[in-house]
């Protein structure tokens, strides 16, 4: 029986062209805040990959859900929706409005 491998770390350089102008804002918010300018590069695009990878889901959320609704009729309405945000602020654990036809 083998033992399963733990996969290899990958690391490598990635090259980015920036101006003069870039590099200097870059370097001053490195040194302001006691990091390094790779630091912040690094963090930057980690932060963006996030960002865009939640923006993907939510759309294929939406996606998926507007399927659902065109294929049983199932839906809740806008008035039920905000009712419900309304009362989930006092209330954090109140049910979703059961969907309807």
């Not at 102008?21 to 001053?28: F, K």
Request: proline fraction near 5%; hydrophobic fraction near 35%; include cysteine.
């Amino acid at each position: 029986m083998k033992t399963p491998t733990v996969e290899k770390l990958r690391t490598g350089s990635v090259t980015i062209k920036l101006d003069n102008a870039d590099r200097d804002r870059i370097a001053s918010l490195a040194a302001t805040k006691k990091r390094t300018p790779h630091y912040l590069m690094k963090e930057a695009i980690l932060d963006y990959v996030k960002k865009e990878e939640a923006r993907q889901n939510f759309i294929a959320a939406a996606e998926s859900s507007f399927e659902h609704y065109k294929e049983t009729g199932l839906h809740i309405t806008l008035d039920e929706f905000s009712h419900w945000v309304d009362t989930v602020q006092d209330t954090p654990d109140a049910p979703v409005p059961a969907c309807h036809r």
